[in-house]
């Protein structure tokens, strides 16, 4: 059975940071791509950062120097380290994990960057 959790969430002050987690269980985590999404209230999901097998990663130019994911292979977790979050960053933060046909999703964590 496959599962992808996210944890990490929160509310947090402009400026401030959180770091998501994304614990999975049931694929082969190190030949999976793996990447985070978010969706906020009336948007399309978008695309923040993934992170290959290989370790190689990609940002979606509005976190891209404020972001950073990453991946432990050994603990079947990726991470997103969210630093000098802006109002904007506000939304619902999913996992991904893909390899092939295979596409996994998480439910999501909330997160809220308010004053």
């Not at 190190?30 to 999404?37: F, P, Q």
């Not at 990609?58 to 997103?80: C, E, M, P, W």
């Not at 109002?87 to 390899?99: F, L, N």
């Amino acid at each position: 059975q496959v599962q992808l959790v996210e944890s990490g969430g929160g509310l947090v002050q402009p400026g401030g940071s959180l770091r998501l987690s994304c614990a999975t269980s049931g694929i082969i985590f190190s030949i999976y791509t793996l990447a985070w999404y978010r969706q906020a209230p009336g948007k399309q999901r978008e695309l923040v950062a993934t992170i290959t097998s290989g370790g190689s990663t990609n940002y979606a130019i509005s976190v891209k120097g404020r972001f950073t994911i990453s991946r432990d292979n050994a603990k079947n977790t990726v991470y997103l380290q969210m630093d000098s979050l802006k109002p904007e960053d506000t939304a619902v933060y999913y996992c991904r994990g893909t390899r092939f046909t295979f596409d996994y999703w998480g439910q999501g964590t909330q997160v809220t960057v308010s004053s």
